[in-house]
């Protein structure tokens, strides 16, 4: 079933995956600017929890500038407009997880569908180190699969989770913002949920 899925597929999935600070968007960056060069029509949205969408650009934990195109996260069939209308061969999509899954699904089939190749990146887990959004079953899907991971500020072992340390208990709260949380690497074993 799953084989048949991917055959009828004509554009590829790649599934980066990971905790914050385990080099996401970096990674997503790189590959943009490469793709760029190359002359691909790419364009890039990023998921963002406030309910604005638009044109702007997102920095890496690095500070590089990404050119990128805004989507509340309760609107991402918006990513199908913005993709209609300019005939893009290639999306990228950072922060995949803050869309609701069923819907962000539909969304990625549908650009695979219509032959465009599709680049994600998402937390798997949220705070509470529970299934974040589709990330993990898109996972699952992809055609190419990375996971990514950072390093646990307490044990200094491989660290695949994202614990929050200050914000409020909502699923979705990112680092900018005037509703905003604050976050650090750790390993599962470390790991503790916050509560407020
Ligand atoms: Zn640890």
Aim: hydrophobic share 40%; aromatic share 8%; charged share 25%.
């Amino acid at each position: 079933m799953k084989k048949q899925e991917k055959l009828r597929a004509a554009g590829k999935l790649t599934v980066m995956a990971g905790p914050m600070f385990a080099g996401k968007t970096t990674k997503l960056l790189t590959l943009f600017s490469i793709l760029s060069k190359l002359n691909y029509s790419i364009l890039c949205f990023k998921a963002e929890s406030r309910k604005v969408s638009g044109m702007g650009h997102t920095n890496s934990h690095d500070e590089r500038p990404l050119p990128v195109i805004y989507i509340s996260m309760d609107e991402p069939e918006k990513i199908l407009q913005y993709v209609g209308r300019d005939g893009i061969q290639k999306v990228i999509i950072d922060a995949v997880h803050f869309f609701p899954k069923a819907r962000i699904l539909k969304v990625i089939d549908a650009l695979l569908s219509a032959g465009i190749d599709v680049w994600v990146n998402g937390l798997i887990f949220d705070y509470r180190k529970e299934e974040f959004g589709a990330t993990r079953e898109l996972f699952r899907r992809a055609d190419e699969a990375m996971e990514l991971f950072s390093v646990c500020v307490r044990c200094g072992s491989k660290a695949e989770h994202t614990e929050r340390i200050s914000g409020g208990l909502e699923q979705s709260l990112g680092t900018t913002g005037t509703r905003k949380a604050q976050y650090i690497p750790v390993c599962a074993k470390c790991h503790r949920v916050y509560s407020g």
